[in-house]
């Protein structure tokens, strides 16, 4: 049997018992930590590149005087 098919039925057989239920409400939870984690990132690298951009000018200036 190739792998692909061995897959193919241990998830079939994984969503068809109560663990397979189990297992995809953790991949439901595990999918929700990522989007949040990504959205908050996404927010914060904003701030970080506003912040160093600050630092790069003020040091600009300082160099300049």
Do not use: C, F
Not at 18 to 39: H, K, N
Not at 57 to 62: E, F, G, L, P, R
């Amino acid at each position: 049997m190739t792998l692909i098919k061995r897959i193919r039925r241990h998830v079939s057989n994984s969503l068809h018992s109560s663990r397979g239920q189990t297992l995809v409400e953790y991949a439901l939870i595990l999918l929700l930590i990522a989007i949040v984690v990504i959205v908050i990132l996404a927010s914060l690298g904003k701030t970080v590149n506003n912040t160093y951009s600050e630092i790069s000018s003020s040091v600009t200036d300082a160099g300049a005087r």
